[in-house]
């Protein structure tokens, strides 16, 4: 495919073909509306549960998700507003991601599931990505993710990097209880054989916010 630019000179595409436009397509997901922790500056609790109403949403249906599937290269299954593991079909939906060439990459936070589930979801794709969100220690992650089993989803986070062929990722918020923890689960992460990625935040509830770490890991 040839298209004259605004310099009147001829720019050369190569062929694009409705399977090429779409492997270049992505998808953040939130398909259902559920999580099972209540950490304290997640949009879930500062725009609803703080004022006592019910997280709105619905499941993404069957349909619905293999219209996504055929149309996108890749799949991000957020957790701005809820797990993604909390879903029904998810199982279903990583295996079709898998069958369909997509791209699937899954956040990760609350280790609501018993174990020999997340080893059923890492056989139903092992060419994702898992991100897990454990924000210190694993034993403290707690502190902020309230209803977290920090040390259960680290075990997690470590089968799944034996099982998948694609290396998992650690996901550190930086709060005043871990700061000081960093270099050790840097560590902790290389042993084990994750990424490791350390997120500075700006969701602060005024400058007394009892998390709040030092100025150099804020935003």
Known sequence: MTKVNGA???VEYGE????KF???RSLNLDGNHRCSLLCPNC????KYTDFGMKVPG???SEENFDKCVKFFGHINFEGQYSDPVHHPKFLDMLKKCYDNKVFATI??????????WYMKAFKANPNAKWRFSIDGLPKDSHKYRINQDGEKLFRIMKKCAKMMKIKPLWQYIVFNYNENDIETCKVMARNIGVDFYVVKSSRWNGSQDPLMPSK????
């Open 58 to 60: 619905i499941d993404i």
């Open 22 to 24: 779409c492997n270049k």
């Open 107 to 116: 956040q990760h936070a609350s280790a609501a599931k018993p174990f020999n």
């Open 8 to 10: 009147g000179n001829a």
């Open 216 to 219: 150099k890991w804020r935003l």
């Open 43 to 46: 949009p879930r609790q500062t």
């Open 16 to 19: 694009i073909t409705y399977e």
